[in-house]
């Protein structure tokens, strides 16, 4: 994931009672629909960078809808089109368009830090954690992948729990092991499953 995200921020504080930074009310907000391997998503970004993947099939609470806000702009996510495309073709993919989610400093290396995570590689909470220096946060960085708003782009399909079972998804575990197994990283071939 490249653009403007987070750097990892070693004083970013996993308890932090910082409120998440809303996406900025921004006169160029657009929104388009781009293909996905669980079927069309809701694409959102402000001043050239994507602020929110809305994936089929979430729940009631934040449904794949564009922002109000937001003007419809089918051309807007050339390279996004163009990556998710191949991404749904099979084709692992190294995501290079611009992001700026939003969330707190922690949320947003959090969601950095999953653009490690190879294609076709699952790591757990705690990998994560670690990746990122703070291995008592296991917690908190399991929140902030929980409110991950660029999924697919942030890969947090690719975080699964300690004893290699599927554990929560936006768009609900059966889409997270369809992204998995279009990765070849499911069915887990180590004995663990779901």
Not at 27 to 53: F, H, K, Q, S, Y
Not at 82 to 98: I, S
Not at 171 to 187: H, I, N, S, T, Y
Request: aromatic share 6%.
């Amino acid at each position: 994931m490249t653009g403007r995200t987070a750097s990892t921020g070693a004083t970013a504080s996993a308890r932090s009672t910082a409120r998440a930074r809303p996406a900025p009310p921004h006169a160029d907000l657009r929104w388009a629909e781009v293909p996905t391997p669980l079927g069309p998503a809701v694409a959102t970004a402000t001043d050239g960078a994507l602020v929110r993947l809305a994936l089929p099939g979430r729940d009631a609470r934040d449904p794949a809808a564009p922002d109000p806000a937001a003007s419809h702009d089918p051309g807007a996510f050339p390279v996004l089109h163009r990556e998710l495309a191949a991404y749904t073709a099979g084709e692992p993919v190294t995501f290079t368009v611009a992001c700026d989610p939003p969330g707190t400093a922690f949320q947003r290396a959090v969601w950095q830090a999953l653009a490690a995570i190879p294609w076709g590689v699952t790591w757990s909470y705690r990998d994560v954690a670690a990746h990122l220096g703070r291995p008592r946060a296991v917690r908190a960085v399991a929140t902030a992948i929980g409110a991950n708003p660029i999924a697919i782009v942030a890969p947090c399909h690719r975080v699964i729990g300690a004893d290699g079972t599927l554990t929560g998804f936006s768009a609900g575990l059966d889409a997270k092991r369809a992204l998995l197994a279009l990765e070849g990283a499911w069915p887990r071939h180590d004995g663990a499953h779901d």
